[in-house]
């Protein structure tokens, strides 16, 4: 296993306690999820069918405001997982830092990576992979700066998996174009990370391919039925991207107090420069509070945001300490 947040069983294993103890801050998954409706017995029961699939990408193009072609997926992974088999392998740039999955997978299907750090740098390249908004610095691009990509590499995938709380950054309404596929999570911003569900969106090719190599059944009847309410919830979505906005304003005024400097982030997790993370994670360890650290940095840290008000007192506590 690649370094990831959610590594909850090593803190436990080295500080101790349960589950039931710990806030895990160490992943950018939503902490106050969407309220999962009851599923039909048939959800478990029976293999999922294609109206109901149907179903479930319409409420995902409404949402995403977009016509184009779209696959649904167990989780924004399984597309990264499927990305570098849509051709044979070639030369590979990822911006980077950033999710270690997209490079990792790419290396592992025979493509010749290069991490840049520029988003001029990926020009030329077979295969161009830009997350936005980044993980973690939280660094964006506009529609009309990665749109220029297009037609300057082989293709362009843009993976938006924290896209739900910047819309207007997307690239899903002008998906469908050759040469460029959008991946968006599901589980991230409505806080269901275990239901394991995202979607591809991209040419009518490069979504059939990707369709065909997922196999017949590639999410569970229960991830349609919850996926097909919570994506058709204009309204909760809305509150909560309004929740999380005002949220991370205070995550950043928590941190200033002790002394933490925001670099950047999303309204989702924020990214700090505290000078020794190590040190600083293992303070909040103690208080059983996770939070996430980077090889290639020793000053960052990055933090989720609490969720209901006793997760945030006891940070605040941990942090006064």
Do not use: C
């Not at 072609?69 to 849509?86: E, F, H, K, W």
């Not at 919850?226 to 909760?236: E, K, N, P, R, V």
Request: glycine share 10%; net charge negative; aromatic share 8%.
């Amino acid at each position: 296993m690649r370094d990831h947040g959610g590594n909850l069983d090593w803190a436990i294993g080295h500080y101790g306690g349960s589950a039931a103890d710990w806030i895990d801050l160490s992943t950018g998954v939503n902490r106050v999820p969407y309220p999962v409706p009851a599923v039909s017995p048939e959800a478990w029961t029976a293999l999922p069918t294609r109206s109901a699939m149907d179903g479930l990408l319409r409420a995902a193009r409404t949402a995403y405001r977009t016509k184009a072609p779209i696959v649904a997926l167990a989780g924004a992974q399984a597309a990264i997982q499927l990305v570098p088999r849509l051709s044979a392998p070639g030369r590979a740039r990822v911006l980077s830092p950033t999710y270690n999955e997209h490079a990792a997978s790419l290396r592992a299907a025979g493509w010749q990576v290069e991490e840049v750090t520029r988003l001029a740098d990926l020009e030329g390249t077979d295969l161009a992979i830009v997350v936005n908004p980044n993980n973690p610095d939280g660094q964006t691009h506009t529609p009309d700066a990665l749109l220029s990509l297009v037609g300057r590499v082989g293709r362009l995938v843009v993976d938006e998996s924290f896209g739900d709380i910047t819309p207007a950054l997307s690239l899903a309404p002008m998906a469908g174009r050759e040469g460029l596929v959008v991946l968006r999570s599901f589980g991230k911003f409505y806080g269901l990370a275990g239901l394991r569900l995202g979607f591809a969106l991209g040419a009518p090719g490069e979504i059939a391919a990707m369709e065909a190599m997922s196999g017949p059944w590639p999410i569970s009847g229960a991830a349609i039925e919850i996926g097909t309410l919570a994506l058709a919830d204009a309204a909760w979505a809305d509150a909560t991207a309004q929740r999380l906005a005002a949220e991370a304003w205070d995550m950043d005024a928590l941190a200033r107090g002790h002394g933490w400097q925001p670099i950047g982030g999303t309204d989702l997790f924020r990214l700090y420069d505290t000078t020794d993370a190590t040190a600083a994670q293992a303070h909040l360890a103690r208080h059983q509070i996770w939070s996430r650290l980077f090889p290639y940095s020793p000053r960052w840290l990055r933090l989720g945001l609490p969720g209901a008000a006793p997760e945030w007192a006891r940070l605040a506590t941990a942090l006064e300490g």
